[in-house]
């Protein structure tokens, strides 16, 4: 399948696109093609690292990562922020072993069906998230509240990045030796709550699957 985009995301049974990405863990370029016939591929693809909740994707899967790889699994997450900054921000808050890349443009997620949405769209939902927001709150207000609880620094960087006047969805798919598709997971505005996170077992379940 061509680097392309799709007009849905991604399902169980597709193809999956051969994506190359600036690798952050370590030097060089991360392609997908680089995974074929070698090892099942779990790929996250997430928002910046200025994204609280993308934040709590990428240490959830760093957690995942040596099950995963016990089962065979690798583990690849892309985060829309520039190589440099994510590099400065792992360096503080480490990712043993989990292979991470960087993808300003958001060609992967377009490739996978990850479609970004009006800010209109979004500004519209508010957050209830007990015991981590004193009230409901937009999205906007709430990754403020979130950065400075948790004493993450918005660089020039960051801002370009929150700049666009459109959102980006995110979602996580699980791709055998053969480059298919089996599990998918993609964050879908409903009920007013857009920061759901995949069900571990499932994934689990799933990943047991392919790596036979």
């Not at 709590?56 to 997450?77: D, T």
């Not at 994510?86 to 060609?107: G, V």
């Not at 459109?166 to 857009?194: M, N, P």
């Amino acid at each position: 399948m061509p680097m392309s985009n799709v007009d849905r995301p991604l399902q169980p049974g597709d193809q999956a696109p051969n994506i190359v990405l600036d690798a952050i863990s370590r030097d060089g370029k991360i392609a997908l093609k680089d995974f074929r016939g070698r090892n099942p591929l779990l790929i996250g693809l997430f928002r910046g690292l200025h994204c609280p909740f993308c934040r709590r994707h990428v240490a959830a899967m760093a957690q995942l990562n040596p099950v995963l790889r016990e089962k065979g699994v690798e583990c690849l997450a892309v985060v829309n922020t520039p190589v440099e900054r994510a590099r400065l921000y792992f360096r503080y808050h480490p990712i043993p072993d989990l292979l991470a890349a960087s993808d300003l443009a958001r060609a992967s997620h377009r490739a996978f069906g990850l479609h970004e949405v009006g800010m209109e769209t979004v500004m519209a939902i508010r957050i209830d998230l007990p015991g981590e927001l004193p009230e409901p709150m937009d999205v906007m207000a709430m990754n403020e509240f979130l950065n400075k609880k948790e004493g993450y620094e918005i660089t020039e960087a960051d801002q370009q990045m929150m700049a666009s006047d459109k959102a980006q969805l995110v979602g996580q798919f699980l791709i055998d030796r053969e480059g298919i598709v089996r599990w998918s997971f993609t964050e879908v505005l409903e009920g007013g709550y857009t920061f759901r996170a995949p069900n571990p077992e499932e994934l689990m379940s799933a990943a047991s699957q392919v790596a036979h």
